[in-house]
């Protein structure tokens, strides 16, 4: 025991150091081996992380918000005048939408993130500039009506609004013909469906509206 002592105490610092480094390397070493298949300990982290994650939250906001948009275009054509018609789809189908929008892409990002395939364990910044785009043209479509802005004033907000969704459809397509597309079949074509049947009636309210007002260059 004395012997083993006085080993220790020659040894020195430097052996010391590399001793310990000898360790942590053989630790570090086994806890990659131990998971095995060739893959590192940052992927099968990553894995088990996007396993893990659930898309309810992210699936019941976007439920949500499609149904309030639903019920804005219900009550717009259930209005007999073209101006009228505008202010509950500005109020509901653009502005709530576009609220919940937000907090779908922003404050349930990562669950999100899952829904559509391509959770990475980290924020992912395209998804909070899409969320920082709801929130903007949902807080001017309550501004428009909230604060009598005007026919032009609405219907330029909801043109935005449906040329937005425009370009995200012809991505989505892209992404599915070009193979990017996590998704398949109904779960891949569902969604671009749906932005471009809402982008051509969002943006027939707003043009209708324009048109009945003699805005040009209908006027």
Known sequence: MIARSGCHRNAGPGRTIRHIGARRDRAWGAAVGAFGGGHSLEFRMTSDVHSETSKTPALAAM???YAVGAVGIGLGFSKSSAVGALKPVMLLTVGVLGLVSFVRHVVFHRSDAARMGWDRGAPNNFQIEVGLANLA???LAFATVGWHWGVSAEASVA??????LLGAFVLHVSAIYGGSEQRSGAAAWGPA?????LAGIVGWF???????????PFG
Do not use: C, E, N, P
């Open 137 to 139: 043209w949902g807080l």
């Open 159 to 164: 043109l935005i609004f449906a040329l937005y």
């Open 193 to 197: 469906l749906a932005t471009v049947v």
């Open 63 to 65: 439920y949500a918000g």
């Open 206 to 216: 707003a043009l209708a509206a324009l048109a009945a007002s003699h805005f040009k």
